[in-house]
């Protein structure tokens, strides 16, 4: 009680509370508008927020990770364009609805499900806290190490079909981050005799280069598509009633979006796909999904909105970001020298709830807000999609500059600009450069402390935490080779209709 | 020859335009710089393996220079799809308006943060076709607003520019601390 307290009295400021309203109607409108995601506007806004405090900094990156997914169902739902990437099941079943003459149901039913996803997900976390609070001292160098490379494995394998290209970037991106002076022996790494490069490649510069500006030279470049325009009638409440008959696919969804968000390098698209996949099996009706099932939507939209809270539990008890997102908020607790961790856990555990109830705030902020603001959200998201490219290319100058005023940097995110966009042009993912350069840092700097006190390969995992661990890597892969075997037999099997659609791969 | 065409099956995925291209040249990209590990690293004296400065770049490259195999033999393997150039200009297309991005970064601190911004936004709207009143007016308050949000209010550090020395003194100070 007395830590509930404690941390209430650590979100009762007027700052933090700021930071917390713009940021989760912020969250949703950029969320609404397609070609703007959660990424682009937290990276655009992470150097801004350097200047403000740990707790309103980061309860402002929280409310756009946490709120963009709520909005992302509205062009989903109504205009068949995902306003984020994670909302493209939506479409699925939600556009169908709308099809029908059922927009409003369909929106009613996705905020109600994405309100259950997010609540439910905070409610584990705050149940799990203690339980984490006790595990979390355990973690020494190796357990880390260990949980950091699982965390590369992962989001290699999770990349179905495209595991080549993901462990080629995420390699790259461990590359990148040993550029420059190393701090064990003070030589440089790939400097290639350049002063520009000795300090390094910036994390965010990366991030900013890869995310906006790669997405404002796509919107820029391509063809203008104006979103089109949709209304919404009805009562939008009617969806809260509607969920408790689908109580069970949102009570499962969320747990799948939970359990994926905690493991590092899954996140969303894993949980929607076996929640999606669990409703279809378990359902009534099970050729209604893909045609407008509102259980089908309920899934997708439960199991995306539950990740946001489970994914900060990785980074908060172990300083191990699961997706792209959790390692650019990273970046901000260092910047503010909180070192997330298990001495988080221990030392300042209020700093921990009080960011919980951040997020418990948050979805109750947006509930409200979507409920009564979908009309003129809608009218938001008509803005052109070359002028918005205008907008993001104007707003990651900011980002960039403000860093550390730098012609340098603000070139070298260009350039990475122009490598997001032929990666986005063809598919490939983005995210594995980016675990890799944070989780590829976590990495060198653990397995040097770790292996100071070790003398033989199996004193590595000699303790109970490691030696889960390192299991759980080995039947990762285990499983992966068994699934591409299985994949591969069931498409020789079926040759003749496997072309281009075919998926890959080992 | 039953057993080779198995195991091409094994590569193919579904490519889109240019990806052999992008394939070729992350490889030859990898390749590169496994050739500079020597020259660009240092192995050093009475250091064991996992401290060593070289050990974890010549991981990450051998890692790339593996995968980016892979990748190329499996877009070497799999069905191509027609419209490979075009595609590559669709990417270096993209370099004019990292161009007019990096002017705009180099008359920042020459011109001010708010009166590049405006050129910036009003040339790029003139340059895309939507040089509409409407949008050239939301391109004025939009670079404003970006402005007044983030040096005047969120206060990051942008310097101001050169050109505000030359203000009448009342404007100059605000100018220089605000715009």
């Known amino acids: ?506 | 020859m039953a057993r080779i065409k198995t195991l091409q099956e094994l590569f193919k995925r579904y490519r889109r335009p240019g990806d052999i291209v992008f394939a070729t040249l992350f490889l030859v990209f990898s390749v590169f710089l496994l050739t500079q590990v020597p020259g660009e690293t240092v192995w050093a004296k009475r250091t064991k393996w996992f401290a060593q400065p070289r050990f974890w770049p010549t991981v990450a490259i051998g890692g790339m220079v593996l995968f980016a195999s892979l990748h190329f033999i499996g877009s070497l393997c799999s069905q191509r799809i027609p419209g490979r150039w075009r595609e590559v200009g669709f990417w270096l297309k993209s370099f004019e308006f990292v161009a007019y991005f990096l002017i705009y970064v180099l008359l920042v601190p020459q011109i001010g943060y708010l009166p590049a911004t405006l050129a910036f936004t009003l040339f790029l709207c003139v340059r895309i076709g939507e040089a509409t009143p409407l949008n050239l007016g939301a391109a004025v308050v939009f670079s404003i607003s970006v402005v007044v949000i983030f040096r005047a209010f969120l206060q990051v550090k942008v310097p101001a520019g050169h050109i505000y020395e030359a203000l009448p003194d009342g404007i100059r100070a605000f100018a220089l601390t605000y715009l």
């Not at chain 1, 149901?105 to 203690?130: E, Q």
Request: proline letters at 5%; charged letters at 10%; hydrophobic letters at 55%.
């Open chain 1, 1 to 506: 009680m007395e830590l509930i307290l404690s941390s209430l009295s650590m979100l009762a400021h007027w700052d933090v509370l700021a930071a917390l309203l713009i940021g989760s109607i912020g969250g949703v409108i950029i969320g609404a508008i397609p070609g703007v995601g959660a990424a682009v506007a937290i990276a655009i806004l992470l150097p801004a927020t350097f200047s403000f405090e740990p707790i309103v900094g980061l309860t402002l990156l929280l409310g756009v990770y946490g709120s963009s997914m709520y909005g992302g169902a509205i062009p989903a739902v109504l205009i068949n364009t995902p306003g984020t990437a994670v909302n493209a099941l939506t479409t699925y079943d939600g556009y169908p609805m709308t099809k029908k003459g059922q927009g409003h149901r369909a929106l009613s039913l996705a905020y109600s499900a994405s309100f259950f996803g997010g609540m439910f997900s905070i409610l584990c976390l705050i149940v799990l806290s203690p339980v984490l609070a006790m595990i979390a001292p355990h973690f020494g160098s190796r357990e880390i190490f260990l949980a950091a490379l699982m965390g590369i494995i992962l989001v290699v394998v999770a990349h179905r079909g495209q595991v080549f290209a993901a462990g080629m970037l995420a390699c790259f991106g461990i590359f990148l981050n040993t550029i420059g002076l190393e701090p064990a022996k003070y030589t440089k790494r790939f400097t290639f005799d350049q002063s520009w490069l000795t300090s390094g490649v910036d994390l965010i510069v990366v991030v900013l280069g890869l995310f906006a500006i790669s997405q404002a030279l796509l919107l820029l470049v391509d063809k203008e598509h104006q979103p089109g325009s949709a209304k919404v009638d009805g009562n939008l409440f009617s969806g809260l009633r509607e969920l408790f008959a689908f109580k069970r696919v949102a009570t499962v969804s969320s747990s799948f979006g939970v359990l994926m968000g905690m493991i590092p390098g899954v996140g969303e698209f894993t949980a929607q796909f076996l929640s999606y996949t669990y409703a279809q099996k378990t359902s009534k009706d099970p050729d209604l999904f893909g045609k407008g099932s509102p259980e089908g939507l309920i899934a997708s939209e439960a199991a995306n909105n539950a990740v946001p809270g489970a994914a900060m539990i990785p980074l908060l008890a172990l300083g191990i970001p699961g997706e792209a997102l959790t390692a650019m908020m990273l970046s901000v607790f260092y910047v503010h020298n909180v070192i997330p961790g298990p001495q988080l856990f221990q030392g300042k555990l209020d700093f921990v709830v009080a960011l919980y109830l951040a997020l418990f705030l948050l979805n109750i902020i947006v509930l409200i807000f979507l409920l009564s603001s979908t009309g003129l959200l809608l009218k938001i998201i008509q803005i052109p999609t070359r002028f918005l490219g205008v907008m993001i290319m104007t707003l990651s100058f900011v980002g960039v500059f403000s860093l550390r005023n730098s012609v340098t940097d603000c070139a070298i995110a260009a350039g990475f600009g122009v490598f997001g966009l032929v990666l986005k042009r063809l598919n490939l993912p983005i995210v594995p450069i980016i675990l890799g350069m944070v989780l590829g840092g976590i990495m060198e700097v653990k397995l040097r402390s770790a292996m100071a006190r070790v003398h033989s390969p199996l004193d590595f995992i000699d303790r109970p935490i490691a030696a889960i661990l390192f299991i759980a890597i080995i039947l990762i892969l285990v499983l992966h080779v068994r699934t591409v075997i299985r994949e591969h037999k069931v498409r020789l099997e079926r040759e003749e209709d496997t072309s281009e659609t075919s998926t890959q791969q080992g």
